[in-house]
């Protein structure tokens, strides 16, 4: 056996990894995308490195970062109690959408998720929920106006973006897509 090239069934942490196993389900893509995180993420902590793992399955080393990133996140939001329509949603798909809560801490996670679910949001949108809450948080107290909600916090970021602009159709479209996301009443 070559340097660096693990035996055919490695060891973990957690006890044995049955590598053939989780290569195979990879490789057919079996079970979902959260199984597709966990499966990597073993063969990872077994000795397998990215590259090894996507010549036999296919899985490109950044896609194997999302899923065992996005799976991660999933688990926290879970641990959470999210709502079942939650659950469902990304059991499914939506490891793009999930990767971008990694910055967030749980419960942050948890009401960004219900947020996006109700508001059918895609990765593009749950990175800017996402950016926007870190940001909102981090303040000591709550902006004038805005509550903890998670839309509150998008519109906030949107508000403050438009106040520092100049041009008056683009304040224009930054109000306006603030306004999207407002949840409460003193913030819209």
């Known amino acids: 056996i070559p340097p660096g090239t693990p035996d055919r069934h490695p060891q973990s942490e957690s006890g044995s990894v049955d590598a053939e196993d989780l290569l195979q389900m990879l490789r057919r893509k079996e079970s979902n995308w959260v199984k597709w995180g966990q499966a990597c993420q073993q063969l990872q902590k077994a000795g397998y490195n990215p590259q090894t793992i996507f010549e036999a ?110 041009e008056l159709q683009e304040r224009s479209r930054l109000i306006a897509r603030g306004l999207m996301f407002a949840h409460s009443q003193e913030a819209r």
């Open 57 to 166: 399955t296919g899985f490109e080393p950044i896609q194997q970062n999302q899923v065992i990133v996005a799976s991660q996140v999933y688990t926290t939001l879970l641990n959470a109690g999210v709502s079942e329509a939650v659950r469902s949603r990304f059991e499914r798909t939506g490891s793009d959408i999930l990767y971008e809560l990694r910055i967030l801490t749980q419960p942050e996670r948890a009401a960004a998720a219900e947020f996006i679910v109700v508001r059918n949001l895609d990765s593009e949108g749950a990175r800017e929920v996402a950016k926007a809450l870190k940001e909102f948080y981090r303040r000591s107290t709550l902006p004038q106006g805005f509550s903890k909600h998670p839309g509150d916090a998008v519109a906030y970021e949107y508000w403050k973006l438009a106040r520092q602009q100049k």
